[in-house]
C-alpha cells in the first residue's frame, strides 16, 4: 500500500465514524495552496469510498469554478451555492468562459477539491444537505511549488505568485484552517 492509499485509507476511516448518518449525504472538502496534493487525495478517497461503499463519490474540481487566473475569490464564493443549488457551470479555461451546467450528486458523497473550497458558507451548505469534513493539506512552499510546475508546466509558472497572492488574501479572510477537521502533511 503507498503512503497515499493509506492517508486516504485512514482518512475514510474518520469520515466515516464521523458521517452521522447515511455516508452518501456528505460533502468533503480538501482544500490548501497549490500543490499541496489536493486533487490525488480526492482521487485516492473517491476510489476509497467505491471500494468501501460500492458507490462511487461524484469530484467537483474548484478548477471548474475558477473565472480564469484572478479568480481565486470568485470560485471559491460560488462553493456554498453550488452545494445549495445542486448544479454549477463549469469554467473551460481553454476558450475562458463558462460553458455546461453540471449537477451535483444527490444519491452519493460529494468531494470539492482546490484552493478556497473550505468557507463557512460552504460547511454550512454541506452541513444542511447532510454533514461536512473538511481537509487542510500542509506542504512547505518549496515543494508546493516544485510539485505544481511539474504538474501545469509552463502554463502556471507565470501566474504562480499572483496566485499566491490571491491564496493568501482568501485564506486571511475565509480561515479555512480553523475550520478544518484535520490537517495532513503528505509525503
Not at 485512514?10 to 449525504?25: C, F, G, K, P, Q
Not at 449537477?103 to 484552493?115: F, K, P, W, Y
Not at 460552504?122 to 506542504?139: C, F, K, P, T, V
Not at 508546466?153 to 490571491?166: I, N, S, T, V, Y
Amino acid at each position: 500500500m503507498s503512503h497515499g492509499q493509506a492517508v486516504s485509507a485512514a482518512v475514510a476511516d474518520r469520515v466515516l465514524r464521523s458521517a452521522h448518518h447515511s455516508v452518501n449525504a456528505g460533502v468533503i472538502f480538501i482544500d490548501g495552496h497549490s500543490g499541496a496534493g489536493k486533487t490525488t487525495l480526492a482521487r485516492d478517497l473517491r476510489d476509497e469510498f467505491a471500494t468501501r461503499t460500492g458507490v462511487t463519490p461524484q469530484i467537483v474540481s474548484m478548477d471548474e469554478l475558477y473565472p480564469g487566473w484572478d479568480g481565486l475569490a470568485a470560485g471559491s464564493a460560488s462553493v456554498a451555492e453550488v452545494i445549495t443549488d445542486g448544479a454549477y457551470q463549469r469554467y473551460d479555461w481553454h476558450t475562458a468562459a463558462f460553458t455546461e451546467t453540471r449537477q451535483l450528486a444527490t444519491d452519493r458523497l460529494v468531494i470539492v477539491e482546490g484552493c478556497g473550497s473550505i468557507t463557512p458558507h460552504a460547511i454550512a451548505a454541506a452541513a444542511a444537505r447532510g454533514w461536512a469534513y473538511a481537509l487542510w493539506l500542509a506542504l512547505p512552499q518549496a515543494t508546493r511549488k516544485h510539485r505544481a510546475l511539474a504538474r501545469d508546466g509552463e502554463m502556471f509558472a507565470p501566474h504562480w505568485d499572483d496566485w499566491a497572492a490571491q491564496e493568501a488574501a482568501l485564506f486571511a479572510r475565509t480561515q479555512p484552517l480553523a475550520a478544518a477537521n484535520e490537517v495532513i502533511h503528505p509525503a
